[in-house]
């Protein structure tokens, strides 16, 4: 790839993921002046179980299309098969999870002890079926390398969450209602990325086919749980923060943890940008060029991160006195200094944590999810009644960090690779074996 073509693409995708920080930064800030941190508690509990069960509604189709599609070198007629197999396999799973999402609204209200977090689930629950599509279509476009286009509506489903929540609360809805800005946005972007993946690949009368349709459906069924897991890994804390503390205290944490995310998308850009390139790297078993990314992208991600953290130090504070005037909400410093260095760390390997399913392990990639996930649930519910929010941080950070030791021990026995800094090194082993891709 053209050294100056990858910067562009990594530098607007970059600034479409800065958007969605900065977008979630001004809906966070928002909904703190309008519904205060009680209502910012009950949305963002409302988005975390919308961001979990969006992974179920897509089922895991999404990465057999990334992975097939990138691999792809046959013919175009083929390749829209393979394409709108999986667009059409994505629609009856995705409607089931949508009625799931809107029955399981009425145990949330037990557990959570929020009618008003339970009556916001119903609202998203429409929203599932167009982000399952618009997940798979905006992967083909990552597979094609169209990272272009995936910055335009990445950038664009951004915009379109802003201006319905204002929308909304211009017309002065309920805290709860506010889901229902996750369903226009994605209505809305369902009807761009059709346009867009149709014009890239046009032959949707082909996409009608039970083999490519089975194969994504088994492909998905093994990754599947990588997809889950990894979400409520990252929203985990929130939830079981939402079991034992108040809606307020959720929303002072969750503002932080929404920070947080939005550096998280800075590197989920260059896990992209690398994805399709080490799946073909992996195919053609040039470990070489692999060894090289790592070694450039390893010091990058780390060194970005921690300017973050050295730069938050001194001026979240004043920042935040600025737009928020001495609010509640400045304790959620200390929450996301915490958050932040588990991050840190864990950005040195961030790019490549998707190796193993790219190598063909998607059950591989599943257990490494589980394991992060587990750790994280176990640190939580340990810490979270003993020191709260703080209980949170601490706990969500360690799980980073346990999650980076287990990445390597999996990547050095299925794939005979030492991701080691500051080198890379190669087991012998790998000269007398080959990467199976497809089988665990």
């Not at 599947?224 to 205290?249: A, W």
Request: net charge positive; with cysteine.
């Amino acid at each position: 790839m053209k050294k100056k073509s990858v910067f562009l693409d990594i530098i607007l995708n970059y600034n479409a993921l800065l958007l969605g920080g900065l977008s979630g930064i001004l809906i966070n800030i928002i909904i703190s002046y309008t519904h205060g941190p009680r209502g910012l508690g009950v949305f963002n509990q409302i988005y975390a179980f919308y961001v979990i069960l969006s992974q179920l509604a897509v089922g895991g189709i999404h990465l057999s299309a990334l992975k097939h599609v990138a691999g792809w070198q046959g013919s175009s007629a083929t390749l829209g098969r393979i394409a709108w197999s999986s667009f059409f396999l994505s629609f009856p799973i995705s409607v089931f999870f949508a009625i799931l999402c809107y029955l399981s609204s009425f145990v949330m209200n037990i557990v959570l002890s929020s009618s008003q977090v339970s009556q916001g689930i119903r609202y998203v629950s429409v929203a599932l079926i167009f982000f399952s599509c618009n997940k798979i279509m905006l992967f083909i476009l990552n597979a094609l390398q169209e990272m272009r286009l995936l910055a335009f509506w990445q950038a664009m489903r951004y915009i379109l969450m802003i201006l319905s929540v204002c929308a909304l609360i211009y017309l002065e809805s309920n805290v709860y209602e506010l889901g229902l800005s996750f369903t226009f946005s994605e209505a809305i972007l369902f009807i761009g990325l059709l346009f867009s993946t149709l014009y890239k690949i046009p032959q949707l009368h082909k996409g009608f086919s039970a083999t490519w349709m089975k194969k994504h459906f088994n492909f998905g069924l093994r990754g599947i749980c990588n997809g889950i897991l990894i979400e409520l890994n990252t929203r985990v804390d929130i939830l079981i923060l939402g079991i034992f503390s108040s809606d307020i205290t959720v929303g002072l944490y969750s503002f932080s943890s929404m920070l947080i995310e939005g550096i998280l998308g800075f590197l989920v850009v260059i896990r992209n940008q690398m994805n399709p390139f080490l799946a073909k790297l992996l195919k053609e078993r040039n470990f070489a060029e692999i060894q090289r990314y790592f070694k450039k992208f390893s010091y990058y991600m780390f060194g970005s991160t921690f300017l973050i953290l050295i730069m938050a130090a001194f001026t979240f504070d004043p920042l935040l006195a600025i737009f928020l005037e001495l609010n509640p909400f400045l304790e959620s410093y200390y929450f996301f200094l915490i958050l932040l260095a588990g991050v840190c760390i864990y950005s040195v390997y961030f790019p490549f944590d998707n190796i193993l399913l790219l190598a063909g392990y998607p059950g591989k990639q599943s257990l490494l999810a589980f394991f992060s996930t587990t750790i994280n649930i176990l640190l939580n519910f340990a810490l979270i009644p003993l020191w709260g929010a703080y209980g949170a941080a601490i706990g969500t950070s360690l799980a980073m960090i346990f999650s980076l030791v287990f990445f390597k021990i999996l990547t050095k026995k299925y794939l005979h690779l030492s991701l080691d800094l500051p080198r890379i090194h190669f087991s012998s082993q790998l000269h007398h074996s080959s990467l199976n891709c497809g089988v665990d």
